[in-house]
Nanobody, 114 residues
Framework: VQLQASGGGLVQAGGSLRLSCAASGSTGSISDIGWYRQAPGQQRDVVARISSGGSTIYADSVKGRFTSSRDIAENTVYLQMNSLKPEDTAVYYC?????????WGQGTEVTVSS
């Protein structure tokens, strides 16, 4: 499984961005897929994760502001980010679980200015 994330950039606080993660390869074996982020000097944490059953969990810090969705036909997962805050600044990574293995995309950088 290969993952290609895109959509990051610089945005002012209160603005919006939509990240995309296109999956290729053995996409039929993907169970969970979602988004993580890593701020400078911090550990990588989950932002949103979609299970194979379609349910989504969100980090408390993004609930009500971020929405993740999965287009199975397009093999793409999205992260719509609204009401962005400076503390959302991080590199955002797409992660997929397939047949018990973790796969990571290359990351896309999001910077939110105050």
């Amino acid at each position: 499984v290969q993952l290609q994330a895109s959509g990051g950039g610089l945005v002012q606080a209160g603005g919006s961005l939509r990240l995309s993660c296109a999956a290729s390869g053995s996409t039929g074996s993907i169970s969970d897929i979602g988004w993580y982020r890593q701020a400078p000097g911090q550990q990588r944490d989950v932002v949103a994760r979609i299970s194979s059953g379609g349910s989504t969990i969100y980090a408390d810090s993004v609930k009500g502001r971020f929405t993740s969705s999965r287009d199975i036909a397009e093999n793409t997962v999205y992260l719509q980010m609204n009401s962005l805050k400076p503390e959302d600044t991080a590199v955002y990574y797409c992660r997929a679980v397939a047949e018990g293995r973790n796969y990571w995309g290359q990351g896309t950088e999001v910077t939110v200015s105050s």
